[in-house]
């Protein structure tokens, strides 16, 4: 079993910044995938960002050149830095974790992108 708690979001003006937080129960390191996620009223859940065992990340074409994704291994601890934020990123954002084949989810925090 892996629990993952999120945490960062909140209510920004647009061409703010959020950095959202996501830590695991046990060491990252073992997991075969992680991601970013998030899902809009009314519409479906979209990948965010996607990061591979070996560190590399994708972003969805949307969020391109404004967010990023970083690691804290000895925290086990994943980042999605969120930059020149837009009203239409308004969504909870979820933490995904693949661990030998099975997924996991965080709870989920609530980004808010408004003037």
């Known amino acids: 079993q892996v629990q993952l708690v999120e945490s960062g979001g909140g209510l920004v003006q647009p061409g703010g910044s959020l950095r959202l937080s996501c830590v695991a129960s046990?060491?990252?390191?073992?997991?075969?995938?992680m991601g970013w996620y998030r899902q809009a009223p009314g519409k479906e859940r979209e990948l965010v960002a996607g990061?591979?065992?070996?560190?590399?990340?994708n972003f969805a074409d949307s969020v391109k050149g404004r967010f990023t994704t970083s690691s804290d291994h000895a925290k086990n601890t994943v980042y999605l830095q969120m930059n020149s934020l837009k009203p239409e990123d308004t969504a909870v954002y979820y933490c995904?974790?693949?661990?030998?084949?099975?997924?996991?989810w965080g709870q989920g925090t609530q980004v808010t992108v408004s003037s």
């Open positions: 990061i591979t065992s070996g560190g590399s990340a």
């Open positions: 995904h974790a693949r661990v030998f084949g099975m997924n996991y």
């Open positions: 046990r060491s990252i390191l073992s997991f075969n995938a």
